[in-house]
């Protein structure tokens, strides 16, 4: 017999109670979701509110090493990329700045609202506009996660605020000046147009007038978006603002004897030829050397030998001061600004708003074209005031002789005896 003593745990229950093993985990039920507009057929039940997910696996979650790289790459144009990077960059400075530090990404509410208001702080001191704030602050939305956005509404509330007050102590937005036809072709008579780049500056200027280009639709043109007829010349914008998806905007534009666009756009290509670079798929505007030349870029470079959009509005900026016309009301002169002149110009020719909406590449519907794009010169020729007769004019004397005419008519009065 062992001297070892077993110890055994055990609890001392009622023989009453019959102890049954627990019941096994159920699923949770499913919760069915009906509505006013539910509709059900015979036998069949109400939408769940918790779907089965799809029998998805580890290889649906899956990138391959490709496609994160072509994910990274940026989805914009360079200088969209450049701003955006430059703005997020100083956000990120300014929250590891503080103390304590803050979550740039994702921010809170709070950290987003502290820093539009330090931008506007700043803005008051002089350093900033209240557009060019609200283009920052916009940026860093966007940079949010979708689902972790903060709200923009108490710092969107504080620039309105800032904006109205700015505006009554005399700010004004910038914007270009207005070259309207005069003032083009002023430019134009400066260009020397005997030199390979005199034909692709007046190009350059001829096509931002007639077609209201942007910088950046000139910069990207290829030679197969040029088609030139004897008495016109065929353009397709492959991309603008309003046409991210590339759909491309074809315009057709007659040949005009002041700014000649069939000339110069012949001899254009007529250089290109004897550089070698009138492939369909090569730039229409590529880089020249002060010679002449094709300019020689490095073999990575994103935009190949293109012109830059800011170099061909510095390019603009300088025939524009060599013509004496380096400010026009004010205003500088800036690629634009043959956007905006050929808008006014056309407005104060009584082209609609539909039209003028069609060849600016503006969305239908919107009143750009006549709120931001309509500067005119001097007094104008347009004012719908001049349609109301002037008061003391044939006007004023025919309300004169009907009130007149109303007036009851005094008793003669009688004789004295």
């Known amino acids: 017999m062992s001297d070892e003593t077993e110890i055994i745990d055990a609890e001392l229950v009622d023989d009453s109670e019959v102890l049954l093993p627990a019941p096994p985990e159920q699923a949770p039920r499913p919760r069915f979701v009906v509505t006013q507009h539910t509709m059900l057929g015979p036998g069949e039940l109400p939408p769940s509110s918790e779907p089965a997910a799809p029998g998805w696996t580890d290889a649906d979650f899956r990138l391959s090493p490709e496609d994160v790289e072509d994910l990274n790459k940026p989805n914009v144009a360079d200088n969209t990329d450049r701003n955006r990077r430059s703005t997020l960059g100083r956000f990120r400075q300014w929250c590891a700045e503080q103390k ?15 820093y539009g208001l330090h931008l506007i702080r700043l803005g008051r001191a002089g350093e900033y506009k209240p557009d060019s704030v609200g283009k920052y602050m916009s940026r860093i ?7 972790l956005r903060p709200d923009r509404d108490p710092f969107l509330g504080q620039l309105r605020a800032w904006r109205r007050e700015w505006a009554k102590a005399g700010g004004e937005v910038d914007r270009a000046a ?4 005069g003032y083009t072709l002023r430019i134009l008579d400066t260009v020397d147009e005997s030199t390979n780049i005199g034909k692709r500056d007046a190009l350059l200027i001829a096509l931002a007038y ?15 978006h040029l088609r030139v007829l004897d008495d016109q010349i065929r353009i397709v914008t492959a991309a603008s603002k309003t046409d991210q ?59 190949g030998n293109r012109m830059r959009p800011g170099t ?15 400010y026009i009301d004010g205003r500088k002169v800036t690629s634009h ?17 539909a039209e003028r909406n069609i060849a600016g590449r503006w969305k239908p519907g919107s009143f750009t074209a006549d709120t931001h794009y309509d500067n005119p010169l001097g007094a104008g020729t347009r004012d719908p005031l001049a349609q109301v007769p002037l008061y003391g004019g044939p006007a ?22």
Request: charge should be positive.
């Open 100 to 114: 304590p530090p803050l979550i740039a990404d994702p921010c809170t509410t709070s950290t987003y609202t502290r």
């Open 141 to 147: 939305w966007n940079a949010q996660p979708k689902n």
């Open 178 to 181: 207005t070259a309207t036809i």
């Open 210 to 224: 007639s077609n209201l280009h942007r910088e950046t639709e000139l910069a990207d043109m290829l030679v197969m």
């Open 245 to 303: 998806a590339g759909v491309g905007v074809p315009n057709t534009i007659r040949d005009r004897a002041d700014l000649q666009q069939v000339r110069r756009a012949r001899a254009w290509l007529a250089v290109l030829r004897d550089l070698g670079a009138d492939g369909p798929r090569q730039p229409l505007f590529p880089g020249l050397a002060s010679t002449g030349r094709l300019r020689r870029y490095p073999e990575d470079r994103k935009r």
């Open 312 to 326: 061909i509005n510095e390019r603009i900026q300088l025939l524009a001061q060599r013509a004496g016309v380096a």
């Open 337 to 353: 600004s043959f956007r905006r002149g050929s808008n006014t110009d056309m407005k104060q020719a009584g082209v609609s708003l």
């Open 396 to 417: 004023h004397e025919a309300v004169a002789a009907a009130r007149a005419a109303a007036q009851p008519q005094a008793a003669p009065a009688e004789e004295q005896p």
